[in-house]
């Protein structure tokens, strides 16, 4: 039987899968989004996303960014180090926009998005299991279950956008692989008094801390070592509240309530090569980083935007067709910057803040307090955060 043919089979729809299929719609090529898990509306993951000004620009332009509940601003950013002096504070003024950034919930945002998929006619196959993947120069064959069956269809271009499961099915692509042995404890709390749209990061010796402003409430974000995260997690709420006010201090007064704790194990993974033949990685399937800075789906949304970009310049039957190597070589080479210095970003601030050497720990402080008197510095950094890097 012969298979359904795509140009562009999408696999992992998560909020990068899904940006990709929004952002390609407009354009004459077919293309199929397979996702394993159910309809997004019965999709429940409570990690808030801190999306920089530059993914709302995105977000707005897919269509998606109206439809969105009340996104939360944050128009400050105050980072400290636990028990050393110096801190800074980021403000929109700093980077020269009207907001650093938004707060949304993860399903929220994957509800939004999968609505706003739904009334644009994208192709999306829900409870669509990929398992196995073949490439080769001409095409790439995909299988999947769905429905206790087990179907295949080809494409010309293979987007992995599944948080890397499948992508070592992949000629020469390999994981570099660093697990920080540390989890991140997510719930929400509502505190004595709140510092309207702002968000807090505290570095501590455990790991960081951030408190996100979510409507009346902060959505919490608290990384440590896996062992640590075991104890925290059993504690019942007046404990666990009286733990993390220690944490993170006085600024907000008193911890009055928490919300239902979820954890996330952390780690750095990246891919040696985001292409291979007639394939390429988007997303966490390209790399995952540690959540510090919420730098993750913003990088991502930037892959699927450049992405479609790349894809949008080639006329429809052109040689260079989406997954010729021409155009995939392009696409990696125009995102080696921005993946290196996100990558490279996050990992040195964990490296920074939780070495155990009082020298390192008073550079860190040090160093928070001098960009906080430079204002060129602090552009920098927060431009960094909001558009990410370009050579
Ligand atoms: C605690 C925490 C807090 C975070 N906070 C922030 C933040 O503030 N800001 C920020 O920018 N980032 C943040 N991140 C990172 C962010 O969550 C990720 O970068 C983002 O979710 C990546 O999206 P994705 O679509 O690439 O992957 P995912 O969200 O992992 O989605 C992958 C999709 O692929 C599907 N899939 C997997 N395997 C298959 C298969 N075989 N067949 C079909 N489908 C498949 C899955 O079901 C899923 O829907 C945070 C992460 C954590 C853990």
């Given at each position: 039987?012969?298979?359904?043919?795509?140009?562009?089979?999408?696999?992992?729809?998560?909020?990068?899968?899904?940006?990709?299929?929004?952002?390609?719609?407009?354009?004459?090529?077919?293309?199929?989004?397979?996702?394993?898990?159910?309809?997004?509306?019965?999709?429940?993951?409570?990690?808030?996303?801190?999306?920089?000004?530059?993914?709302?620009l995105i977000l707005h332009?897919?269509?998606?960014?109206?439809?969105l509940i009340q996104p939360t601003p944050i128009t400050t950013i105050h980072i400290s180090n636990r028990s050393h002096f110096g801190h800074t504070v980021l403000t929109p003024k700093d980077a020269g926009v009207s907001a650093l950034g938004f707060v949304v919930n993860y399903h929220?945002?994957?509800?939004?998005?999968?609505?706003?998929?739904?009334?644009?006619?994208?192709?999306?196959?829900t409870n669509a299991l990929v398992t196995t993947i073949h490439t080769d120069q001409q095409h790439v064959s995909?299988?999947?279950?769905?429905?206790e069956a087990e179907k295949k269809i080809q494409a010309k271009l293979l987007v992995l956008a599944d948080g890397g499961k499948l992508a070592e099915q992949i000629d020469g692509v390999r994981y570099h692989v660093h697990d920080y042995q540390h989890t991140?404890?997510?719930?929400?709390?509502?505190?004595?008094?709140?510092?309207?749209?702002?968000?807090?990061?505290?570095?501590?010796?455990?790991?960081?801390?951030?408190?996100?402003?979510?409507?009346?409430?902060?959505?919490?974000?608290?990384?440590?070592?896996?062992?640590k995260a075991k104890q925290i997690l059993t504690l019942d709420d007046q404990l666990f509240l009286s733990q993390l006010h220690e944490q993170f201090g006085e600024r907000l007064?008193?911890?009055?309530?928490?919300?239902?704790?979820?954890?996330?194990?952390?780690?750095?993974?990246?891919?040696?090569?985001?292409?291979?033949?007639r394939s390429v990685m988007i997303g966490n399937a390209a790399q995952t980083l540690h959540p510090v800075a919420g730098q993750g789906f913003n990088l991502g949304l930037r892959d699927a935007w450049e992405l479609a970009s790349e894809i949008s310049r080639i006329p429809y039957g052109a040689p260079n067709e989406p997954g010729s190597s021409k155009m995939l070589a392009a696409y990696s080479k125009r995102r080696q910057h921005d993946k290196f210095i996100g990558r490279?970003?996050?990992?040195?601030?964990?490296?920074?803040?939780?070495?155990?050497?009082?020298l390192l720990q008073t550079c860190g402080g040090i160093g928070l307090a001098i960009l906080d008197c430079l204002p060129p510095a602090k552009r920098l950094v927060a431009r960094q955060m909001i558009f990410g890097s370009r050579k």
């Open positions: 039987m012969a298979h359904q043919q795509f140009d562009i089979a999408i696999v992992g729809g998560g909020p990068v899968g899904m940006a990709l299929a929004l952002a390609l719609c407009e354009y004459d090529y077919s293309i199929l989004l397979l996702e394993a898990r159910e309809l997004p509306e019965k999709v429940d993951d409570p990690r808030p996303l801190a999306l920089s000004y530059g993914s709302h332009r897919l269509g998606i960014w109206e439809n929220n945002l994957y509800h939004t998005m999968g609505r706003t998929m739904r009334d644009a006619g994208v192709s999306y196959r995909i299988t999947y279950r769905q429905d991140a404890i997510v719930t929400n709390i509502k505190t004595e008094s709140i510092q309207p749209e702002t968000a807090f990061e505290r570095f501590t010796l455990n790991g960081p801390l951030a408190l996100l402003p979510s409507g009346e409430k902060y959505a919490v974000v608290w990384t440590m070592p896996t062992e007064g008193n911890f009055i309530q928490a919300g239902k704790r979820t954890s996330f194990p952390l780690i750095l993974k990246y891919a040696s090569t985001i292409v291979g033949h490279t970003f996050t990992d040195s601030l964990i490296k920074l803040f939780t070495a155990d050497l009082p």
